[in-house]
């Protein structure tokens, strides 16, 4: 599974939009982008998915270009439950590698 | 619906002793991993069980190893626990032949190892 790079931490204020990009080089054509959420003494939980363009849910959304060595999770007016870390994930079939991910903290 | 549950929640060991980690998956999931958490960092796969057999593995010694059951629940088995050994265990469960790559978590059990 091809390693993932992001930022170790990021900060953010209530109300902006936080985009936290993540490369990953090496991705194989089964692979899927995959992005988690984990809260302090919690399990991760999953946000959201992609393969290639454009992927929106309720939550957030997912931006892969073309070449997919990378991709941007975007968290439209964060809030201050939005504090956590992101994990940013190359998966398929029997595969799931978590990196170190980016502690998001969101300021009043 | 009830999701995935992990007992105990935390747990005291000594060096050199046995552990079993139990999990129940969300209902209609069939497929359990198992993941080690330390400290700041990332989960890292430990194994994964479907139809009671280990399907896939990460790079853990063979001190780790796991079970499932007919109704899919799953244990977590330690041996000759390390002072290394102390992270939180979380297990995964998900539908075998699921469109997305969605691992439902638990809350995880704390070992901790003196």
């Known amino acids: 599974l091809a390693k993932t790079t992001q930022p170790i931490s990021m900060d953010s204020y209530e109300g902006q939009e936080v985009n936290i990009t993540c490369s990953h080089n090496n991705i194989a054509t089964n692979d899927y982008i995959t992005w988690y959420q984990q809260f302090p003494s919690q399990g991760p939980r999953f946000i959201i998915q992609g393969y290639k363009t454009k992927v929106t849910n309720e939550v957030a959304s997912l931006f892969i270009p073309a070449d997919r060595k990378s991709s941007t999770l975007s968290l439209p007016r964060v809030s201050l439950s939005d504090t956590a870390v992101y994990y940013c994930l190359v998966v398929r079939a029997g595969g799931m590698r978590f990196g170190a991910g980016t502690r998001l903290t969101v300021k009043p | 619906d009830a999701g995935v549950t992990q007992s105990p929640t935390h747990l005291i060991k000594t060096r050199g002793q046995q552990v079993t980690l139990r999990c129940s998956p969300k209902?209609?999931?069939?497929?359990v991993s198992w993941y080690q958490q330390a400290l700041g960092q990332g989960p890292q796969f430990i194994f994964q069980?479907?139809?009671?057999?280990?399907?896939q593995r990460g790079n853990f010694p063979d001190r780790f190893s796991g079970h499932q059951f007919p109704n899919y629940s799953s244990e977590l088995n330690v041996n000759a626990l390390l002072l290394g050994d102390s992270a939180l265990y979380l297990c995964?469960?998900?539908?075998?032949?699921?469109?997305?790559?969605?691992?439902?978590f638990g809350p995880g059990t704390r070992l901790t190892v003196t």
């Open positions: 069980y479907y139809e009671e057999e280990e399907r």
């Open positions: 209902s209609g999931h069939d497929t």
């Open positions: 995964a469960s998900s539908p075998a032949g699921a469109i997305l790559y969605e691992q439902y």
